[in-house]
């Protein structure tokens, strides 16, 4: 294949990643601002082009071919490095400027972050922020997002990350509710309560406490029930102030009606375990040439969460 090809087909190598990676002409189209027809086309001639089928279509669904896998591979290794030298020519501006783009829990983003943006634009007038409060599982690379923020003690591979604090869920309930029922002192009494859930999963209904030594540990897992299930933390949160009942809640949000004492922790002695407990990582894709609006978001949210904002 001539060497005026492989340019003219970079483009249809583009709309073939975002094919893949949407798993749908419409929605490529629609994020691409094109008709599906014209990426329909392009696939075609993508195809035609190579000489191979690289997907396989059904009414339904668009699932690779063989081929088509080692393709795509290749072709997002094009993408990358396209996105490798727009970043290294960013790196070399001498104002960090544009849109970074961050997501994180809701929590977090909600309650972490969003109070460091406010600061942030301030302070970088020539940086836009687009925060996308997400509990899914978000890819860097397809949803492209600069920064994410991940509750997880194994951070994924071949991303560039630093942890930046440690999330502790507790168990707490406001006085005027701990006032009329009995104060647990074993996991295993919350049974007899009314005990504010998650509710995203019937896993969400059985709480795990953990104390003691690495040596000598002891673990209880109990199932709690009540009349109100929320996931979202701050409803949660409101919940218990209200005297609901007894709810679980990040540290970093009942830490404030801790100290008012308008919350009282309930098991102290407990750890309370939980899928969305442990280190929180700031990851970013890994090249060699960081943009310097990413830097410059990073550091800055980074002493922040670390100095308590």
């Not at 340019?7 to 189209?29: H, K």
């Not at 440690?166 to 002192?185: C, G, N």
């Not at 995203?200 to 299930?229: C, I």
């Amino acid at each position: 294949m001539a060497t005026s090809k492989h340019i003219e087909l970079l483009q249809e190598m583009s709309i073939f990643v975002s094919v893949v990676n949407t798993g749908s002409f419409s929605e490529s189209a629609r994020q691409l601002g094109v008709s599906p027809s014209s990426v329909s086309r392009a696939i075609k001639q993508l195809e035609q082009q190579l000489g191979v089928c690289l997907l396989q279509r059904t009414t339904r669904s668009l699932r690779l071919s063989e081929t088509g896998r080692a393709v795509y591979e290749r072709c997002t290794q094009l993408e990358q490095a396209a996105k490798d030298v727009i970043s290294l020519c960013e790196s070399h501006h001498q104002t960090a400027q544009g849109t970074v783009k961050i997501a994180a829990p809701k929590a977090v983003a909600h309650t972490l972050i969003h109070p460091s943006v406010m600061a942030f634009l301030g302070e970088f007038p020539n940086i836009d922020v687009h925060l996308v409060l997400d509990d899914n599982a978000l890819d860097l690379i397809r949803d492209e997002i600069d920064i994410l923020f991940k509750i997880t003690n194994e951070p994924p591979q071949g991303l560039i990350g630093r942890s930046v604090m440690t999330i502790e869920h507790i168990v707490a309930a406001s006085p005027k509710y701990l006032a009329t029922h009995s104060i647990p002192t074993h996991p295993k009494e919350l049974i007899q309560h009314s005990c504010i859930a998650l509710g995203e999963t019937d896993a969400d209904a059985k709480w795990r406490f953990r104390k003691g030594t690495q040596k000598h540990t002891q673990k209880h897992t109990t199932p709690v029930n009540g009349r109100y299930k929320a996931n979202h933390t701050r409803v949660r949160l409101d919940a218990a102030l209200q005297g609901l009942g007894i709810t679980s809640l990040p540290m970093f949000v009942a830490k404030d009606a801790l100290a008012s004492g308008e919350l009282i922790q309930v098991l102290p002695e407990w750890q309370f375990e939980t899928n969305y407990s442990g280190e929180l990582w700031m990851l970013y894709p890994a090249t060699r040439h960081i943009p310097a609006k990413v830097s410059v978001f990073a550091d800055f949210i980074v002493q922040r969460l670390t100095k308590g904002c």
